[in-house]
């Protein structure tokens, strides 16, 4: 059996963070183009577009930032076609520089909550294994690492 091991961190600024996050998935590498098909169509339901289409780059940390939380609630769940149409003038409007509207704004956080819990269940369906570990701020490297 063949898996495939993805791992990232979280950013660290050694100062007000009490720990840096390093975390990753493995997924069988049968899962892994599904996975990926599977991703680019919740994008798609999530924001009417690929977010690289707008320059946008999908990351964890902005999809469920404090803001897009207070920007999702701010209103009622919009319904599926209205949020995606919304999502794309978010988008292009900021691509073009130009202020989005607070229903712009609403539908954008719904979208970004909306696509991280599509992740986790599509993680889940695919069979994907979750790993993670928490370093303390201020901890050493150990001796010899490179």
Known sequence: ??????????????????????????????????????????????????LRESGKELKGSTLIDRKRFRFAHQDDPL????????CQEFLSKGARREAPTQGEFTAYGQGCLGMARGIFRLLKHHGAIAMASAIPRGATKPAGYR
């Open 1 to 50: 059996m063949t898996w495939l091991f993805f791992v990232d961190e979280s950013g660290h600024d050694h100062k007000t963070t009490p720990y840096e996050v390093r975390g990753g998935i493995a997924l069988h590498v049968e899962r892994l183009w599904p996975f990926v098909q599977d991703i680019q169509r919740l994008e798609i339901e999530c924001f009417g577009l690929r």
């Open 79 to 86: 319904p599926s076609a209205t949020r995606r149409t919304l």
